[in-house]
């Protein structure tokens, strides 16, 4: 027994060395060996400086800004300045954020000010035009929080060229600052915020918030196509290292090629950490993006994506969202109370002429059955998605065109006898019958399309990038195992 327990002990001492020697050896050699790292150093440079941009962003003053008035809450500044509690600060003549501002005191107060005057400016054309007076609401991003966003650089928006004619300027605060506040505060925020630049109107909102994230889907584009030549880079770093290993003459050679090999597991955990970095910036966007779009829509989640997984969760939320409450809700809270009924799915629709049914809503899935023309269905849902009814086939569900059914009573009468009429004697297959042409299909709705693409790119820029760097770590990592005289030495041991 006694013996036995000293194997035992003698094994585990053996083994923390042996693991203690592969966690340390790549910490001793960071920093030795930069030309590994830079080795792929054109393929780093684009996400460095994103990697740059985003973390300036998130420390600046206006971070700062629209975090600490998030905080506070809108309504909470205004009632300070009518009590005299915070200071209005005066305007700078340099036009910038911080000379306009004069520190957090005089910005908060800003804020609040300008919210009162906004008020007030309302209440006197309303005053004027004899509608009755509305209590003060105080906006939730001043203009002094639009000339801040002006100063800054926003990926996606700074060099965008989309922001032309009338009002482009403030077209394009708006937009940076909506990156700003998708990034630094909450999704109710967000949508407070494209409520405000589109005067209430959430249709305009909900059109907004789609813009937004078509101008972040080049950047999400951009970061996927990094990130695959930085792994392929990477991928070129570790074959070349293999090959040399392979054709090693001499243990000296050897030795020289595996501390390369360390390297690179060293440089691989910087992409990684770098590539890491900018997707979440870009995760955390997707997700303020979609839970705004659900807000000013009324709808869920799982709604604005049509079916996708999203890139910040396993599963896309089915709860109905509402925008928040005037004067701010907590975040994440939904008021399901003020959120528009769900539109019943229609009782019936007709296959206005002969259609497939297939098991999936994609041209390419497989035949479930056929539908003659005038064939009565029942849909499962209020409106198509994405160009498809998803309708019930004895317990399975199926699919159909939307173009291809219409609302009962939208089969012509000519067409619907045409189908079923046999073919004239002596004459072509249904000759002299009159082919009326059926009408167009009801339109369908625009879903947001930038959203999901955009939701699309960022988990791809995170499989391309990320994914595949640490896929090719845990392959140098297998080998050192592999390779590590202290596990072959184990190996060999009568317990083992």
Known sequence: MLQMLRRRGL????????????????????????????ACG???????????????????????????????????????????????????GGGGFGSAMGGMGGLMGAVGGLAMQSAAQQQAAQAQQGQPQASPQAAMFGQDML??????????????????????????????????????ATADAYAKLK????????????????????????????????????????????????????????????????RERTDLVSALKKDIDLTGDVVDQHTGMAKTFTQGRAMTDGASEADVLGGQTPAYATVADTTRKSMPKAGGAPAGQQQQAAAPPAAPPPSSLVAIKATVVRSAPVASAGVVTNLP??????????????????????????????SDVGPPGSVPVQTAAAAKAPPAKGGAKGKGVVQAKAPPPPPVPAGPT??????????????????????????IQTSQRRDNVFYAWLDGLPWS
């Open 147 to 184: 000339s801040g966003a002006m100063g800054l650089q926003i990926p996606g928006v700074s060099n965008y060229g989309g922001f032309s004619g009338s009002g482009g300027d403030n077209m394009k605060a708006y937009a940076a600052l909506a990156v700003l506040v998708a990034i630094v």
């Open 11 to 38: 094994r585990l001492s053996v083994s923390a060395v042996a693991l203690l020697s592969m966690s340390v050896q790549p910490v001793l050699a960071q920093g030795k060996n930069d030309s590994v790292l830079n």
């Open 373 to 402: 023309v005038g064939r009565e269905i029942r849909p499962k849902n209020s409106q198509p998605d994405g160009g498809w009814w998803e309708i019930d086939v004895a317990g399975a569900p199926g699919y159909v065109r939307a």
């Open 195 to 258: 409520e405000q630049e589109a005067g209430g109107d959430l249709k305009k909102a909900s059109f907004n918030i789609d813009q937004d994230a078509a101008r972040q889907l080049t950047v999400s584009r951009q970061i996927v196509a990094d990130g695959t030549s930085l792994a392929d880079c990477r991928a070129r770093q570790l074959g070349d290292i293999n090959t040399r290993l392979a054709g090693a003459a001499n243990d000296k050679d050897r030795k020289a090629i595996r």
């Open 42 to 92: 054109t393929e780093r440079a684009n996400l460095v400086k994103l990697d740059k941009d985003y973390k300036d962003l998130k420390r600046s003053k206006m971070a700062n800004a629209v975090g600490e008035g998030i905080k506070q809450g809108a309504m909470v500044l205004a009632k300070g300045v009518m009590s005299g509690g915070i200071p209005v600060g005066g305007r700078g």
């Open 450 to 475: 930038n959203i999901r693409a955009y939701n699309q790119s960022v988990i791809a820029a995170r499989d391309t990038g990320k994914g595949r760097l640490s896929s090719l770590m845990t392959d």
